[in-house]
C-alpha cells in the first residue's frame, strides 16, 4: 500500500455524519462464488442465512455465521468465501459516511489504476476510528430492519429517498456503536465462546422452548449473570434474541410459503398464536397478515 493510496481520517461527531448510499441490495452467493478485492467505500454485510469466511488484509480470518454483520472498510484487500451450500443469502449496503464522494463512480478498486480521490473517509471519534470491530456476531432486530428499509428505499427511488436512506443509515451506525461500546465495558472474554456457542444453538433449533435457566447452564453461572454478559455480547438481551431469531424466520416463511399464520406461529416455538401477533406487531410495526400482503407486492 503507497501512502497516497491510505484512506484519509477525518475528525467529526455523530451530529456531521451525512452518510449516502451507493448500493443496496438483498442478493444470494453460491460457493462458486468469491470475492477477492478492494473496495473504495464501506460496506456493511449482514449474513441472513449460510456463513462466510472473511479474510480482511491485516486481520485474523473471520467466520461470519448467520445473524452477524461484517463491516468492510475502504481499501483494505479483502477475500469472501461461502461455506454453505446451496447459498448464502446476505443484505449489502455500501456507503460513504459523508456525503462528498462521487457516486458514478464504481465502488471497486481498479489495482492496475487506483484513483486515491475516490477513498472514502474514515470518521474518527474521540481520537478512534469510529468502529473498533469488524465484526458483529449478532445485531438487534431494529438494525435488521433498518438495513432492509435502506435496501426498500434504494431501490424504490421514490421522491426523497436519499434523506430517507440518510436518516436510517444515522440510526443505524449510532445503534451500532451502543452494541460496540456496551459490549466493550461489559462483556467477559472468558464467556465469548460459550456465548456464541449459544446463539448458534438458538438459531438452529428457535422453537424450542428457551428458558433463561436453561442458557445459564451454557455458562455455568447465575441467570442474572448471564443475561447481563449475552446483552454486553450480542447487543440485546437473550430472550429478545430468541425472539429476534424467531421473528427473522416468521418473516421469511410469510414471504416465502403460504403456510397459514397459525401453523407459522406453532412452527416458530410460539404455543399462543395471539401472543406471537402481538410480539411480531410490536418488532414490524404491522401485523403477520400485513407484511405477507406486503411484501408479495413489493
Not at 492496475?112 to 473517509?121: K, M, V, Y
Not at 443505524?172 to 467477559?188: A, F, K, V, W
Request: with cysteine.
Amino acid at each position: 500500500m503507497t501512502a497516497s493510496m491510505i484512506p484519509t481520517s477525518r475528525s467529526t461527531t455523530l451530529r456531521e455524519l451525512s452518510p449516502v448510499i451507493h448500493w443496496a441490495q438483498p442478493h444470494n452467493r453460491t460457493p462458486a462464488f468469491k470475492w477477492s478485492r478492494r473496495i473504495y467505500d464501506f460496506q456493511l454485510l449482514y449474513v441472513k442465512h449460510g456463513e462466510l469466511r472473511a479474510t480482511i488484509e491485516g486481520e485474523t480470518p473471520l467466520k461470519v455465521r448467520a445473524g452477524s454483520l461484517l463491516i468492510l472498510p475502504p481499501w483494505r484487500h479483502h477475500r469472501i468465501e461461502v461455506l454453505t451450500e446451496p447459498c448464502a443469502e446476505l443484505l449489502g449496503v455500501h456507503f460513504d459516511f459523508f456525503d462528498t464522494a462521487e457516486t458514478a463512480h464504481s465502488i471497486l478498486v481498479d489495482e492496475g489504476a487506483p484513483n486515491a480521490e475516490l477513498l472514502s473517509h474514515i470518521p474518527f471519534l474521540h481520537d478512534k476510528p469510529i468502529f473498533t470491530e469488524l465484526l458483529f456476531n449478532t445485531v438487534s432486530p431494529r438494525i435488521i430492519t433498518l438495513l432492509e428499509n435502506v435496501i426498500q428505499e434504494w431501490n424504490d427511488r421514490q421522491q426523497g429517498y436519499e434523506v430517507i436512506c440518510k436518516g436510517l443509515m444515522v440510526h443505524l451506525i449510532t445503534l451500532l456503536l451502543r452494541h460496540q461500546s456496551e459490549r466493550r465495558g461489559l462483556s467477559h472474554p472468558k464467556y465469548e465462546q460459550q456465548l456464541l456457542q449459544l446463539a448458534e444453538e438458538i438459531r438452529s433449533d428457535f422453537s424450542r422452548k428457551w428458558t433463561s435457566v436453561e442458557m445459564a447452564k451454557y455458562l455455568r453461572v447465575h441467570e442474572d449473570y448471564m443475561s447481563r454478559q449475552f446483552k454486553a455480547m450480542m447487543g440485546i438481551g437473550p430472550n429478545k434474541f430468541v425472539q429476534s431469531v424467531r421473528h427473522q424466520e416468521a418473516k421469511r416463511l410469510l414471504r416465502e410459503t403460504d403456510q397459514t399464520i397459525e401453523s407459522i406461529s406453532a412452527a416458530i416455538g410460539y404455543e399462543d398464536f395471539h401472543y406471537f401477533s402481538r410480539i411480531f406487531r410490536r418488532w414490524e410495526g404491522m401485523s403477520a397478515m400485513q407484511f405477507r400482503k406486503l411484501s408479495r407486492m413489493i
